[in-house]
């Protein structure tokens, strides 16, 4: 069937809309560092702690969101979440010191971490098996462009009024796309515009139903599949988490950068991150293609591969040009979006339908409690070891998440064989 129809497409461009604007919260604080360490006299340490807050109730949040979307659905819980990141970041304009800065981000992060849960439930609801690699990596686009599309706003915001300003704009887009989301979507089912084409394409392409059940946490949590995913994106959300948070500051202490300088390069990386995204999508049908593996040893692969690129950002220390750098960086962002990608599909290959945000959710949970715990390493040594020595570890750290996933989730073994329980 070569055009069944393209609204599934839509769905997931409403839904990367969704993760550009959540990313575009998260990144405004990065992008705005240097002026608010100036005018609101916060030193680095306390700027780790925002961070830190932020990603410790993004971290608790995860399986509560993932159990909130897999209990209300996808349409109207996504829409609740979306307006309370918006709010809380409007809210962040208000802050007079990083006590209230890291209020308001711990309470967005609290809400956004229903984006990717929320985002690979539509995927799963939407696309046909074959096809939801290429949708989660155009959604997870978003994540890379929120950040890109960040030092320029904030840059511009300052220069025309204030730090505070850039937080009001995106808090009032994001708040506007969570309404028009409520309108919008719906399951393939319970959407008049689609076509009965389209919908048998995407039914033919779903996995067998399975009798539905209730999601059992203790359950889940016993399960080889479930830490052959959750301990790679524990070892490889430190280095997002380090790029959305720290490649500002990294730039102003190792090469001199300037607000100016933040606006034209540290959107950089981010493109490649883009890159990383779509192409890490296609990839598993390549590596299928050219190697006849399945589809699980495919997402290995590009998670192999994505580790191996890593190691060179972790060279970043090695070189004082800043163009090297940023060089670097851009591998950095191409590579962790890459396996990152495949390891957040792998839940909707591994887990049903009705336990995939939950799943997702404690995998993220797993993700950002590493994330947590790095940005307080990196705030509490940024000052005297420097960042080139965190930023190899970061290397290591991906490495060891590409041996863990190949030892838990073994050639040999099917999906189902891979369920088994420790």
Same mark, same amino acid.
């Given at each position: 069937?070569?055009?069944?129809?393209r609204m599934r497409w839509f769905m997931?461009?409403?839904?990367?809309?969704?993760?550009?604007?959540?990313?575009?919260?998260?990144?405004?604080?990065?992008?705005?560092?240097?002026?608010?360490?100036?005018?609101?006299?916060?030193?680095?340490?306390?700027?780790?702690?925002?961070?830190?807050?932020?990603?410790?109730?993004?971290?608790?949040?995860?399986?509560?969101?993932?159990?909130?979307?897999?209990?209300?659905?996808?349409?109207?819980?996504?829409?609740?979440?979306?307006?309370?990141?918006?709010?809380?970041?409007i809210g962040a304009s208000f802050a007079?010191?990083?006590?209230?800065?890291?209020?308001?981000?711990?309470?967005?992060?609290?809400?956004?971490?229903?984006?990717?849960?929320?985002?690979?439930?539509?995927?799963?609801?939407?696309?046909?098996?074959?096809?939801?690699?290429?949708?989660?990596?155009?959604?997870?686009?978003?994540?890379?462009?929120?950040?890109?599309?960040?030092?320029?706003?904030?840059?511009?915001?300052?220069?025309?009024?204030?730090?505070?300003?850039?937080?009001?704009?995106?808090?009032?887009?994001?708040?506007?796309?969570?309404?028009?989301?409520?309108?919008?979507?719906?399951?393939?089912?319970?959407?008049?515009?689609?076509?009965?084409?389209?919908?048998?394409?995407?039914?033919?392409?779903?996995?067998?139903?399975?009798?539905?059940?209730?999601?059992?946490?203790?359950?889940?949590?016993?399960?080889?599949?479930? @830490?052959?995913?959750?301990?790679?994106?524990? /070892?490889?959300?430190? $280095?997002?988490?380090?790029?959305?948070?720290?490649? +500002? *500051? =990294?730039?102003?202490?190792?090469?001199?950068?300037?607000?100016?300088?933040?606006?034209?390069?540290?959107?950089?990386?981010?493109?490649?991150?883009?890159?990383?995204?779509?192409?890490?999508?296609?990839?598993?049908?390549?590596?299928?293609?050219?190697?006849?593996?399945?589809?699980?040893?495919?997402?290995?692969?590009?998670?192999?591969?994505?580790?191996?690129?890593?190691?060179?950002?972790?060279?970043?220390?090695?070189?004082?040009?800043?163009?090297?750098?940023i060089g670097l960086l851009c591998v950095?962002?191409?590579?962790?979006?890459?396996?990152?990608?495949?390891?957040?599909?792998?839940?909707?290959?591994?887990?049903?339908?009705?336990?995939?945000?939950?799943?997702?959710?404690?995998?993220?949970?797993?993700? @950002?409690?590493?994330?947590?715990?790095?940005? /307080?390493?990196?705030? $509490?040594?940024?000052?005297?070891?420097?960042?080139? +020595? *965190? =930023?190899?570890?970061?290397?290591?750290?991906?490495?060891?998440?590409?041996?863990?996933?190949?030892?838990?989730?073994?050639?040999?073994?099917?999906?189902?064989?891979?369920?088994?329980?420790?």
């Open positions: 069937m070569r055009n069944p129809g997931v461009g409403l839904v990367t809309l969704g993760t550009i604007l959540c990313y575009l919260t998260r990144n405004t604080i990065a992008s705005a560092a240097p002026t608010l360490q100036s005018q609101l006299h916060i030193t680095t340490q306390q700027y780790s702690y925002i961070v830190a807050f932020f990603s410790a109730c993004y971290t608790i949040a995860q399986p509560i969101s993932g159990f909130v979307l897999d209990t209300l659905g996808t349409k109207a819980g996504y829409a609740v979440f979306g307006l309370l990141w918006g709010i809380f970041c007079g010191g990083w006590k209230g800065l890291a209020f308001a981000r711990g309470m967005g992060g609290f809400a956004e971490s229903a984006m990717i849960p929320a985002g690979l439930k539509a995927v799963t609801e939407w696309f046909p098996e074959k096809e939801r690699s290429v949708a989660v990596g155009y959604f997870n686009v978003g994540s890379s462009m929120g950040a890109l599309i960040a030092p320029p706003l904030v840059a511009w915001a300052i220069f025309i009024h204030s730090w505070r300003l850039a937080f009001i704009l995106v808090g009032c887009m994001s708040v506007v796309w969570a309404i028009g989301w409520f309108f919008v979507y719906n399951r393939p089912g319970k959407t008049k515009r689609l076509s009965k084409t389209e919908l048998d394409y995407i039914t033919a392409g779903q996995p067998a139903p399975r009798p539905k059940h209730k999601v059992r946490v203790g359950t889940l949590l016993r399960q080889r599949k479930f @830490w052959a995913i959750a301990l790679p994106r524990f /070892l490889a959300e430190p $280095a997002w988490g380090t790029f959305n948070a720290w490649i +500002p *500051l =990294f730039m102003v202490r190792n090469y001199g950068f300037d607000l100016k300088d933040i606006a034209m390069f540290a959107w950089i990386p981010m493109l490649f991150a883009d890159m990383g995204c779509i192409l890490g999508g296609y990839m598993p049908g390549m590596f299928q293609r050219v190697f006849g593996v399945n589809l699980i040893v495919s997402r290995k692969l590009v998670v192999t591969l994505g580790a191996v690129l890593m190691i060179l950002p972790g060279m970043v220390g090695l070189f004082g040009n800043p163009m090297v750098a950095g962002g191409f590579a962790h979006q890459s396996l990152s990608g495949a390891l957040i599909t792998l839940s909707s290959d591994m887990f049903d339908p009705n336990e995939v945000a939950t799943a997702n959710g404690f995998t993220g949970m797993a993700a @950002w409690t590493a994330s947590t715990l790095f940005a /307080l390493v990196v705030g $509490a040594l940024a000052d005297t070891l420097g960042f080139s +020595p *965190l =930023f190899a570890v970061l290397s290591v750290f991906d490495v060891i998440g590409a041996v863990i996933l190949w030892s838990l989730l073994r050639e040999n073994k099917t999906a189902m064989e891979a369920s088994e329980a420790f």
